[in-house]
């Protein structure tokens, strides 16, 4: 009897329990009446408005592949100047040195090529100075045979002709020799010129093997492209093979989309509302910085198509961190006394709208007309007052079922 007496008072408990919290969940929906406030919510994803990106360039003619031989680790505060990557320079250094050593041989060559030109040049002069002599002694001896026989005189004239053909023949070899040998020590110079500059480059190359980020923040190593491990000391990297990035933690915007139904409703500077999932009761002010120009679906193969937005935040805060999943609330209209009630006591079925209105222990189903929405309420048009009480659809189900 006594057991029988505690299951009727246990059983009463959670009767009364079940009522108060049925009572204590429809007394918080309600008709309100006044200002309303339309938004769009989307999810979206945090990073930095200022960010480098770290990319293996190719050093000067040769260089194409480096190793690492020096890294900071991943997520390692830095400041503006601080090394990040080093690369090995022992490549560098030899072809410095092979260089060297070339061109040392190169201005010797130049050296004894010049002493050589020199010498010949004086050679020919000192030909043709006997040419010339040659020439005018002939030319003294045919007038001497003036008043000789032909054949003598004939004799004389062969000669000077041929004084005259040795002339110039020397001239000329001059002028050649000075076109060859100015074109050779050209040729020569040139060698050095490119030796002195391959050595230059090298040199201008060693203080770049070093990668400093010109920006504070935080370092994030790149990952390999098959593996997906992140780099580490010892790999080789090639040309265009990304190495990381910084991004300044100062300033964060927001990556999100806007669907293509909803893109006459916003532009840019319209402020927005950012929630973290992390911390979705505090609220970050932003305003909308870049609308894209083109429409894309939002997954491969879907039919819903997105216009990419960018948000930039307006404040800073330690608290946001690139890669972050974030809610957006787009601040689209405000409405001046209107009628607006909780999303959860809206029913939608097709093309129609209905609220349930508490009536005693029971619920009066009524049709609206919905209007603009929130991430919390939605503005109706119906025969309602302000302050009558809700219940939820899920609760309206519940007490079918019972």
């Not at 030909?127 to 007038?143: I, M, V």
């Not at 008043?147 to 002339?167: G, M, P, W, Y």
């Not at 997906?228 to 989309?257: C, F, H, Q, S």
């Not at 409405?335 to 005693?360: A, M």
Request: proline share 3%; net charge positive.
């Amino acid at each position: 009897m006594m057991n029988h007496c505690k299951i009727i008072i246990l059983a009463a408990c959670v009767v009364m329990f079940t009522l108060s919290c049925k009572k204590e969940n429809t007394e918080k929906y309600k008709v309100q009446r006044g200002n309303f406030t339309q938004t769009i919510t989307e999810t979206g994803e945090l990073a930095a408005v200022n960010m480098r990106a770290f990319v293996m360039q190719r050093y000067g003619r040769y260089w194409y592949e480096m190793k690492i031989i020096g890294l900071l680790d991943h997520g390692t505060a830095v400041e503006a100047g601080d090394s990040l990557i080093q690369f090995d320079p022992s490549e560098v250094q030899r072809f410095i040195i092979d260089r060297e050593t070339r061109l040392e041989t190169q201005k010797a060559n130049l050296e004894k090529m010049t002493v050589e030109v020199q010498n010949r040049k004086s050679e020919l002069q000192s030909s043709l100075k006997s040419e010339e002599a040659t020439f005018a002694l002939k030319k003294l001896e045919l007038e001497q045979f003036r008043f000789e026989s032909d054949k003598a005189k004939k004799v004389k004239e062969l000669e000077f002709e041929q004084a005259k053909i040795r002339l110039n023949k020397a001239k000329q070899s001059i002028e050649y020799y000075d076109i060859i040998a100015e074109n050779q020590l050209y040729v020569q110079k040139i060698q050095v010129k490119r030796m002195n500059e391959e050595i230059k480059n090298a040199y201008d190359v060693l203080p770049k093997l070093t990668i400093r980020t010109p920006i504070p923040g935080i370092f994030q190593v790149a990952r390999k492209r098959r593996s997906r491990d992140r780099l580490m000391i010892g790999d080789e990297v090639y040309v265009g093979r990304a190495l990381g990035n910084v991004p300044d933690l100062t300033w964060i915007k927001v990556n999100t989309v806007i669907n293509e139904t909803d893109f006459m409703k916003i532009y840019e500077g319209q402020p927005v509302n950012v929630r973290l999932d992390a911390l979705p009761n505090v609220v970050f002010k932003g305003e909308i910085a870049k609308i894209s120009r083109l429409c894309r679906p939002i997954e491969w193969g879907s039919k819903r198509k997105v216009f990419d937005v960018e948000v930039k935040i307006l404040v800073t805060d330690e608290r946001l961190k690139p890669g972050m999943t974030v809610s957006c609330e787009f601040i689209c209209s405000n409405l001046s006394d209107v009628f607006f009630v909780p999303l959860q006591c809206v029913e939608n079925t097709g093309k129609r709208h209905y609220i349930y209105l508490k009536d005693g222990t029971g619920f009066q189903k009524m049709e609206v007309k919905a209007g603009p929405a929130n991430n919390s309420s939605i503005v109706i048009e119906a025969n309602v007052k302000k302050g009558q009480e809700l219940w939820t659809v899920n609760d309206v189900k519940n007490i079918d079922k019972d």
